[in-house]
């Protein structure tokens, strides 16, 4: 069994409110080692918005800027131009003091859960830390940390272990119960299953969905997995280089994408048959003799995809493709939708040549 057949699907998205949970307009974040060095833009314009009691996925490969979005809204880097808004609130540059407040409103799950437990402390020590911050002593201090034990999977005696006597997947369980304990309406997952073994992962999956639907939750759910991000999500976010390649419902990105990109990550996707594979392998391999294995530096003006692409013509190395809807939706930031998805179905580039 497959970690997509065991993962739960979650309910479709809700109907858009007149506020979103979380709302990110025009965000960039420039990064510089040097003041000689040429300026990066990890996030360039990126619109994003989740609402209330949805999942939303950003996925996208290492380096296309979906953890600096996260990092810009958790406010651990900082933000060049844009806005960021938290439940109608401007946290855009929001100090040490205010981001104290949000906590009860929007947690972070990352990558490593030894991140957020510390070595040294019980984990039932390193659970009531959140709770103390906003008040809570004593018996329901104790009770609600065997509550959230309970609720992902662990024993209350749990709380009397350090976090080097659990395995990585149970560790990532209580990285889980950290960020719920305050009862949060956000979570923002960074990276949160894609350390784990395949049958872990849907464990894990299974239970963010389980805590979504128990407590009306909202998910930022990014990954460079587009399969884990399809199974979660209520619409997806497709980066690369800093820039939104396209963004719909979930549905409709993985099963008609809009972006050659978007294409690209799917075909790169492993399968169970093993027919399908050797297939998608032959065609990956065809991709890397025609165009490379890796993305050079952004382009200074055009489509950053356009180095990549098989169907780039002089239009996308000359212009900056717009957002545009796709009629599913969704948009698209491609000068070529839909006519790209013709020439993939018939194996051709733009000019009409063989790929």
């Given at each position: 069994?497959?970690r997509?057949?065991?993962?739960t699907?979650?309910?479709?998205?809700?109907?858009?409110?007149?506020?979103?949970?979380?709302?990110?307009?025009?965000?960039?974040?420039?990064?510089?080692?040097?003041?000689?060095?040429?300026?990066?833009?990890?996030s360039?314009?990126?619109?994003?918005?989740?609402?209330?009691?949805?999942?939303?996925?950003?996925?996208?490969?290492?380096?296309?800027?979906?953890?600096?979005?996260?990092k810009?809204?958790?406010?651990?880097?900082?933000?060049?131009?844009?806005?960021?808004?938290l439940?109608?609130?401007?946290?855009?540059?929001?100090?040490?003091?205010?981001?104290?407040?949000?906590?009860?409103?929007?947690?972070?799950v990352?990558?490593?859960?030894?991140a957020s437990?510390?070595p040294?402390?019980?984990?039932g020590?390193?659970?009531?830390?959140?709770?103390?911050?906003?008040?809570?002593?004593?018996?329901?201090?104790?009770?609600?940390?065997?509550?959230?034990?309970?609720?992902?999977?662990?024993?209350?005696?749990a709380?009397?272990?350090?976090?080097?006597?659990?395995?990585?997947?149970?560790k990532?369980?209580l990285?889980?119960?950290?960020?719920?304990?305050?009862?949060?309406?956000?979570?923002?997952?960074?990276?949160?299953?894609?350390?784990?073994?395949?049958?872990?992962?849907?464990?894990?999956?299974?239970?963010?969905?389980?805590?979504?639907?128990?407590?009306?939750?909202?998910?930022?759910?990014?990954?460079?997995?587009?399969?884990?991000?399809?199974?979660?999500?209520?619409?997806?976010?497709?980066?690369?280089?800093?820039?939104?390649?396209?963004?719909?419902?979930?549905?409709?990105v993985t099963?008609?994408p809009?972006?050659?990109?978007?294409?690209?990550?799917l075909?790169?996707?492993?399968?169970?048959?093993?027919?399908?594979?050797?297939?998608?392998?032959?065609?990956?391999?065809?991709r890397?003799?025609?165009?490379?294995?890796a993305?050079?530096?952004?382009?200074?003006?055009g489509?950053?995809?356009?180095?990549?692409?098989?169907?780039?013509?002089?239009?996308?190395?000359?212009?900056?493709?717009?957002?545009?809807p796709?009629?599913?939706?969704?948009?698209?930031?491609?000068?070529?939708?839909?006519?790209?998805?013709?020439?993939?179905?018939?194996?051709l580039?733009?000019?009409?040549?063989?790929?």
């Amino acid at each position: 069994m497959t970690r997509t057949q065991t993962a739960t699907q979650t309910p479709g998205p809700p109907a858009h409110t007149s506020t979103p949970l979380l709302d990110i307009r025009d965000l960039e974040v420039q990064y510089r080692r040097r003041r000689t060095d040429p300026v990066l833009r990890a996030s360039d314009h990126v619109s994003l918005r989740v609402d209330p009691g949805e999942t939303v996925g950003v996925v996208g490969e290492s380096g296309s800027g979906k953890s600096t979005v996260a990092k810009a809204a958790l406010g651990l880097t900082p933000v060049h131009a844009g806005r960021i808004e938290l439940a109608g609130r401007d946290i855009t540059h929001l100090g040490p003091r205010g981001r104290r407040d949000l906590s009860r409103v929007m947690q972070v799950v990352f990558q490593d859960p030894d991140a957020s437990l510390n070595p040294y402390l019980r984990v039932g020590r390193s659970l009531a830390e959140p709770l103390e911050v906003h008040g809570v002593r004593g018996a329901e201090l104790l009770a609600r940390v065997a509550t959230a034990l309970e609720q992902v999977g662990l024993p209350p005696e749990a709380a009397g272990r350090y976090p080097a006597q659990f395995s990585g997947g149970q560790k990532q369980r209580l990285a889980i119960a950290r960020a719920l304990i305050v009862d949060p309406q956000l979570v923002i997952c960074d990276e949160a299953v894609s350390a784990l073994d395949l049958s872990v992962q849907a464990q894990i999956l299974n239970l963010l969905a389980e805590q979504r639907r128990r407590r009306q939750l909202s998910y930022l759910f990014i990954s460079h997995d587009i399969e884990v991000v399809r199974y979660l999500s209520d619409r997806i976010y497709v980066m690369y280089l800093g820039q939104v390649m396209e963004t719909g419902p979930a549905h409709a990105v993985t099963g008609r994408p809009a972006h050659p990109y978007t294409q690209e990550l799917l075909d790169s996707a492993p399968v169970a048959d093993p027919r399908v594979q050797r297939r998608r392998s032959e065609e990956a391999a065809r991709r890397v003799r025609h165009q490379g294995t890796a993305a050079a530096p952004p382009p200074a003006t055009g489509c950053p995809f356009a180095p990549r692409c098989p169907y780039a013509a002089d239009l996308c190395r000359a212009e900056r493709p717009a957002l545009r809807p796709t009629g599913d939706g969704g948009l698209s930031a491609c000068h070529f939708y839909p006519q790209w998805q013709t020439w993939h179905a018939q194996g051709l580039r733009a000019e009409g040549v063989p790929l």
